[in-house]
C-alpha cells in the first residue's frame, strides 16, 4: 500500500476519528501530542483504545500513532498503548538524529514483548525537521535503519525554534531555512530508502495551493503529503498518484529495455534513456500497483 495521504487526527476525539475514517486517506495518524491537552493524554490513550478495538481489521487505511516527544513523561504510555493496538507505525516528533530513532526502537522492542507481538511488527516514522539540532544532525541519517518507514519534516515548531515571524515568503515559497530543512529530509529519505512524505499545507480551505503544493513536492520526489483535514485528502491522492499518460511512457521504457536486452540505452520517441529512466520507470509502475518483471540484466 502506498502513502500518498497521511491525515491527523485527535486521538481523543472520536467525532473527527469517524469523519477521518471515511476521508480516504491511506494511513490515519492518531494524535497523542499536539492535538491533546496534557490534562486528557491519559483519557485520549484509553479513547483511542476503545474505538479501534470496535473497528473491522480489514480496513482501507492503516492505523498510526504521534507518541509524545522521548524526553516527556508520557512516550513510553504512548508506546505501550500503540503496541497492544497493533498500529502500523510510530510518528516520532522532534527526533533528533540516528540515537532517538535507536531509543524509540529499545521502547518498541519492549512494547512489543508486552504485547505478544512479533519483534518489529511497529515501524517508525520521525519527523525529522522540528528542532535546529535536528535539521543539523540530518547527515547521520545516511544509511537503511532498522522499523525506518519513511521520513517527513515540518515547519511550524522549526519557526518556533527560530524565533521566525513565519516560514514562507510573500511568494509562497519557503524561507532559506526551511528551504534546507526541507531538502534535507528529502535526500536523508533517498540516503535510507524510504519514502519522504512532504509537510502539511496549512490552510486546509485552500484546495488550489494545495495542489499546486502536492505538484511541486511530487516533482521534487516526495511520495505524499500529511493531512490536516478530510477535505484536503482527495486532493493529496490525486497530486501523488501517477497519472494515465506517465504510466503508459513508463511502460514503453520498461518495454523498449526487455527488447534490447544488454543495452545500457536505448531510444524512444527521439531521447536516449539509460538505466536510470528504466529504474524510475519500474519505482512508478510498482507505485500504481502494476507488476514489472526482474530486470534480465
Known sequence: MSLRSLLFVPADNERKIAKAEAAGADALIF???DSVAPERKAEARSILRDYLSRLETDRSWRAFVRINPL???EALDDVLAAAHLSVAA????KATGVADLQRCAHYLDIAERA??????SIAILP???????????LPE???PLPRLAALTWGGEDLSTVLGALGNKRSSGEWDDSFRLARALALLAAAACEVPAIDTLHADYRDGEGLAAACAAARHAGFSGKIAIHPDQVPIINAG???QPDELEHARKVVAAFANAPGTGTVGLDGRMLDRP????ARRLLTSAGEKVLPDAD
Do not use: W
Not at 510510530?90 to 516528533?93: C, F, K, T
Not at 529512466?277 to 524510475?280: E, G, K, Q, S
Open 127 to 137: 519527523v525529522v525537521t522540528e528542532t535546529a539540532a535536528a535539521v543539523l544532525r
Open 71 to 73: 524526553d516527556s513523561a
Open 141 to 143: 541519517l545516511a544509511s
Open 115 to 120: 504485547a505478544g507481538l512479533v519483534s518489529g
Open 31 to 33: 494524535d497523542l501530542e
Open 277 to 280: 529512466h528504466l529504474i524510475a
Open 240 to 242: 501523488f498518484s501517477p
Open 90 to 93: 510510530i510518528v516520532l516528533p
